[in-house]
């Protein structure tokens, strides 16, 4: 029997999967490299934005002609799923298993016993924590995963200790807030545990609540030589009554403040963020305010959304009353700013001498998880020593200085 996964959404979702694929395989399930091959078929669905259900919603009908000619075949939707979409999906999937039903099935802590079937030979998820009690107006999270649930720090440890074993040279860390991780200890303390396991690797989380960010944690990312000083912390809007319209528990200036606190500690990381455009109500000089912002912090990346109402949420009971077109010259605005400080923050690192992990021949990134075209192969699944000639808005192109494999390079 094989089996075939497909997944749209989030590194968690990612994660879910490469978890299903371990389940499977002990099972005695092989793996299919497309849909045409497979005996089962599994959805790993994203339901945050109506773009990511209207895929999926695409793929059924794909599937359901593929049963046409293969009868047998079963298909799975799983991942997070809103309720108004199970009931729109019965009829096209064979079974249909929420994100929260799953933990049952296949509970997160499992790896700790079975390593998941990781999609890379050298970076792994690991998450550490499920579900959000945050409720932000816009946001389907805590309705599709459910109230928070932190993993046993002992049970990461272990699972982390594994990896490293195996190999692996790179730790994702992944949450729906990392921040909120509480199980007898806190992130920060859960983070100077595992930078103490022996061995050469990299730690980075997704993601960050700044109305959780303690300094505490900023301390730890900047004393520590494996932690990546990169930061991926949603600020969602420049104005604190849309933020306030959010639920999102933090001004402006707090925000503001983290960033230079973290700025000022760490001078050269690597800052993302996410902004919705066009929340319900949201006037010009609101997105003004957002703009100021954007070209205030210069962030590195920003992942720019339309608004789209999801259904239970509290701002699905709001006007959607930006227009289409709205939304999409305030997006292209600040789109256009975000490439002007981006491209401006990447040359700071032209003439300077990285550590830098290949993730293909082609390709690495640095220890601030810049992604770096190479002027010459390298092996994948290393660490090597880069010298960075030249800078562009998404990436910087680098001369690899070694490329024999390396596991001891200290300079950052």
């Known amino acids: 029997m094989k089996y075939h996964i497909i997944t749209y959404g989030c590194q968690m979702n990612k994660s879910d999967s490469e978890r299903m694929a371990s389940v499977l395989e002990n099972a005695g399930y092989k793996s299919a490299p497309n849909i045409n091959g497979a005996d089962l078929i599994i959805v ?9 259900v209207d895929r999926v919603y695409g793929l059924s009908k794909k599937l359901a002609n593929l049963k046409k000619n293969k009868p047998k075949l079963k298909t799975i939707l799983t991942g997070c799923i809103l309720e108004t979409d199970r009931k729109k999906m019965k009829n096209k999937f064979d079974q249909i298993i929420s994100n929260q039903e799953l933990n049952h099935i296949i509970p997160i802590g499992r790896s700790a ?32 995963r459910g109230r928070e649930y932190s993993r046993p720090a002992s049970e990461i440890i272990s699972e982390v200790q594994r990896i490293i074993k195996k190999g692996y040279l790179e730790i994702i860390l992944l949450g729906q807030n990392v921040n909120s991780y509480k199980n007898k200890k806190h992130f920060p303390e859960l983070l100077k545990d595992i930078q103490n396991i022996p061995g050469n690797f990299w730690i980075s989380f997704l993601t960050s609540h700044p109305k959780d960010f303690s300094d505490e944690l900023i301390k730890v990312m900047a004393n520590s030589s494996k932690i990546c000083h990169y930061l991926h912390l949603a600020v969602q809007s420049g104005d604190d009554q849309i933020l306030k319209k959010m639920n999102r528990n933090y001004t402006v200036g707090q925000y503001e403040k983290i960033i230079y606190k973290v700025r000022k500690i760490m001078p050269q990381i690597n800052i993302s963020t996410d902004i919705i455009v066009g929340f319900p ?11 100021k912002l954007m070209q205030k912090i210069k962030f590195d990346m920003a ?13 699905f009971q709001l006007k959607d009353n930006i227009s289409a077109k709205e939304k999409k010259e305030r997006a292209q605005i600040l789109n256009q700013i975000l490439k002007k400080t981006a491209l401006q923050n990447n040359q700071k690192y032209i003439g300077k001498k990285v550590k830098a992990l290949v993730v293909n021949p082609k390709q690495a990134k640095t220890k601030t998880l810049k992604k770096i075209r190479l002027d010459k192969p390298a092996v994948p699944g290393t660490f090597i020593s880069c010298q960075i000639t030249h800078a562009q808005a998404w990436k910087l192109i ?13 300079s950052d």
């Open 44 to 52: 790993n669905m994203c339901s945050v934005r109506q773009s990511a």
């Open 113 to 144: 016993l079975t390593l998941p079937i990781y999609s890379s030979s050298f970076s792994a998820y690991v998450p550490i924590m499920t579900g959000c009690n945050n409720f932000c107006s816009y946001c389907v999270v805590p309705y599709t």
């Open 281 to 291: 109500g949201e006037t010009k000089k609101q997105f003004a305010n957002t703009k």
């Open 303 to 315: 992942y720019i959304a339309q608004y789209s109402p999801r259904p239970h949420t509290k701002a």
């Open 398 to 410: 680098g001369h690899p200085l070694n490329t024999t494999q390396n596991h001891n390079i200290n």
